[in-house]
């Protein structure tokens, strides 16, 4: 069964550049997240799908930050514009739902904004 | 979310077995135990979770003991390869209602 996937594994962008990161969960997987660690940091939460519908966003930095799960399967996230303060590795999750479940993180993908 | 609170690093030996402990004074009745492992420049990986008494899988083990403000991550017979950072997370993980709060996580180094 293929894990969760991100692409792309590392971005390099300048400052003012868009970049769209993506996520594909676990096939049948409901709940998606985004996580961020920027440069020596904790891993934080940004936001969480529940299928479509963004369940918790409060994690989002502002609004340069924009995710999206159209259909409720893969998900992306914008940042426009980027700024030096983005460059870290994002990180998605995704899990079925319900007590105990497991979520299972993607390998991240590691913005550099130049 | 109860929050957790684990040592920040930790050395051992190759072959050697290790013990990480875990604080989380408030865990609430419906929290699970769960612990992951990152490498540098990979994801967490789930390893083992669990919410009362001994859980056990090919990887690890995980103590909890009957008040459950604590927990223990056993690594038997470490290697060099088992050097990474482990989180201990402490929540309910439902549908709608929760999130994975990451702490700082517990930095294994593992000497030859």
């Known amino acids: 069964e293929a894990g969760v996937t991100q692409f792309p594994s590392h971005s390099v962008i300048e400052k003012g550049q868009t970049v769209t990161l993506r996520c594909d969960p676990i096939?049948?997987?409901?709940?998606l997240y985004w996580y961020r660690r920027v440069m020596g940091k904790e891993i934080k939460f940004l936001l969480h799908?529940?299928?479509?519908?963004?369940?918790?966003e409060s994690g989002m930095p502002n609004n340069r930050f924009l995710a999206e799960r159209t259909g409720g399967t893969y998900s992306t996230l914008k940042v426009q514009p980027a700024e030096l303060e983005d460059s870290g590795v994002y990180f998605c999750?995704?899990?079925?739902?319900?007590?105990?479940?497991?979520?299972?993180f993607g390998e991240g993908s590691w913005l550099t904004v130049v | 979310l109860a929050k957790t609170t684990q040592p920040i690093s930790m050395d051992s030996y190759e072959g050697q077995e290790v013990n990480i402990t875990c604080s989380h004074n408030n865990i609430a009745t419906n929290d699970y135990i769960t612990w992951y492992q990152q490498f540098p420049s990979q994801g967490p990986r789930f390893i083992i979770q669990g919410y009362k008494t001994k859980v056990t899988n090919e990887v690890a083990s995980l103590f909890i003991p009957a008040d459950r403000k604590s927990s223990t991550l056993s690594l038997p017979r470490v290697s060099l390869s088992d050097t990474a950072v482990y989180y201990c997370?402490?929540?309910?993980?439902?549908?709608?209602?929760?999130?994975?709060?990451f702490g700082k996580g517990t930095r294994l180094h593992i000497l030859p």
């Open positions: 096939s049948g997987h409901d709940n």
């Open positions: 999750a995704s899990s079925q739902g319900g007590f105990g479940n497991t979520i299972y």
């Open positions: 799908f529940v299928k479509e519908s963004k369940q918790d």
């Open positions: 997370l402490v929540g309910v993980l439902m549908n709608r209602d929760d999130k994975i709060i």
